[in-house]
């Protein structure tokens, strides 16, 4: 079946402005995390959500970041304000279960 | 979760067997041990694994020592598209709030011809 898919693949924006990166799970999966990468760098954890229950948002760098999952389908990462330091590609992952991660090709976002 | 110790990198000739080794020594009983890799300029990509018994699929093997304290990842006969960087990861795998799934450094594998 169809993978974890993510939109935008690119995004570039301007210092201040805010964006939206939309994940759309793998049907059925309950679990749904939020990764960043910058260039050379390791996973970072920034929110995970698990069927109805609260998220994990400790990863999260500030207030300027924030996540929905509505109907525990569809998360949308929203960044308000963007600083040059946010550019980085941002993974999303689902699972089901103790399942491996599977994880979306990522949005590779460029704040100017 | 646990923590886990891998090290910082390793070689391995084509055709060869790599075992990848990893540390986690602070193990709890209930939590299981993942492995995954990324390859350059890609995602991150699940390869296997198990709770205390040895474990094989069609990427690789897992070996987990009895005391649960350590395991080896096998690639059985390496290829250079195996070059990557291996993450070794424990956790409960019932998916409960607040057990994120944290990724550490993990072991950059070369494989060279």
């Known amino acids: 079946g169809a993978g974890v898919s993510q939109s935008p693949s690119n995004k570039v924006t301007e210092k201040g402005k805010d964006v939206e990166l939309r994940c759309d799970p793998i049907s059925g999966h309950t679990a749904l995390y939020w990764y960043r990468q910058s260039l050379g760098q390791g996973l970072e954890f920034l929110i995970y959500f698990q069927g109805n229950s609260a998220p994990d948002k400790s990863g999260l760098p500030s207030d300027r970041f924030s996540a929905e999952r509505t109907g525990g389908s569809v998360s949308t990462l929203t960044i308000q304000r963007t600083q040059q330091e946010d550019s980085a590609v941002y993974l999303c992952a689902s699972s089901h279960n103790n399942a491996g991660l599977k994880f979306g090709p990522g949005t590779r976002l460029t704040v100017l | ?113």
């Open chain 2, 1 to 113: 979760d646990a923590k886990t110790t891998q090290p910082t990198s390793m070689d391995c000739a084509e055709g060869r067997a790599a075992n990848l080794p990893c540390n986690h020594s602070t193990i709890s009983g209930n939590e299981y041990v993942y492995w995954y890799r990324q390859i350059h300029s890609q995602g991150p990509q699940y390869i296997i694994h198990g709770l205390k018994n040895n474990e094989t699929n069609e990427m690789a093997s897992l070996i987990i020592t009895e005391d649960r304290k350590s395991s080896t990842l096998i690639l059985p006969h390496a290829t250079l598209r195996d070059t990557a960087v291996y993450y070794c990861i424990v956790r409960v795998p019932r998916n409960q709030a607040g057990t994120a799934l944290i990724f550490g450094k993990g072991t950059t594998l070369s494989v060279s011809s």
